[in-house]
């Protein structure tokens, strides 16, 4: 089966520092990749893809790098805030139907 | 608001019962996903419908089942309920080659 995993179970950063969440795949074949954004209570929310035939995509304040020789996947946000405290996810998909997702990192933003 | 509706938020039930959850997708798409999420567990995919067809399933029990109606919403049903059946339960939706776009959750407790 697909195995996406994620390098660190909890990451703490203080306030207006860069913060880099990062994730592995394992199927080569996935050309598809995407993070999510969970607040507590709330479902997953979309925050930022890349397609395989792309190295890095910036939205506002997040970018995503896509290494597809060492199958890695990061999402980088730039000045975070208190607001950014959640959970993220990352995830992949080979066929556009089954997604199949990370176990997740938990981002603490130290005020 | 990611435009996708579940209900109930909260379902609070005993062993043994049966219950139905709900979810209306965003407009026009046409595919629903079925998530579990166990406390601080990542998300577990049950079963996908795609225009009112089952186009996949992933690792949900006999116990549970789901369906998708001519208006595209779907509901997912979980009988002979146990108290490791606990857990958010999202749908998330979408169209073809886009992003999954998921709902708030029900919360299910089963005491």
């Known amino acids: 089966g697909e195995s996406v995993g994620l390098h660190l179970p909890t990451l703490s950063v203080q306030e207006g520092d860069n913060s880099i969440i990062n994730c592995a795949y394992s199927?080569?074949?996935?050309?598809?990749f995407i993070w999510y954004k969970q607040e507590s209570g709330k479902g997953p929310q979309f925050i930022i893809d890349?397609?395989?035939?792309?190295d890095k995509r910036q939205g506002q304040r997040v970018t995503v790098l896509l290494n597809k020789t060492v199958k890695h996947l990061s999402l980088q946000i730039a000045a975070t805030q208190p607001g950014d405290s959640a959970v993220y996810f990352c995830?992949?998909?080979?066929?556009?139907?089954?997604?199949?997702f990370g176990t997740g990192t938990s981002l603490t933003v130290i005020p | 608001d990611s435009g996708v509706t579940q209900t109930p938020k909260h379902l609070i039930t005993a062993t043994g019962q049966r219950v139905t959850l709900r979810c209306s997708p965003r407009?026009?798409?046409?595919?629903v996903y079925w998530y579990q999420q166990s406390l601080d567990q990542g998300l577990q995919f049950l079963i996908q419908?795609?225009?009112?067809?089952?186009?996949a399933k992933g690792n949900i029990l006999e116990r549970f089942s789901a369906q998708q109606f001519p208006d595209l919403h779907s509901e997912l049903n979980l009988s002979s309920l146990e108290l490791g059946d606990s857990a958010l339960y999202f749908c998330?939706?979408?169209?073809?080659?886009?992003?999954?776009?998921f709902g708030n959750g029900t919360r299910l407790t089963v005491t």
């Open positions: 407009s026009g798409d046409l595919s």
């Open positions: 995830a992949e998909t080979n066929t556009g139907n089954q997604f199949y």
């Open positions: 890349i397609r395989s035939n792309m």
């Open positions: 998330a939706t979408n169209r073809p080659g886009s992003p999954l776009h």
């Open positions: 419908y795609y225009n009112g067809e089952e186009r």
């Open positions: 199927n080569s074949a996935s050309d598809y």
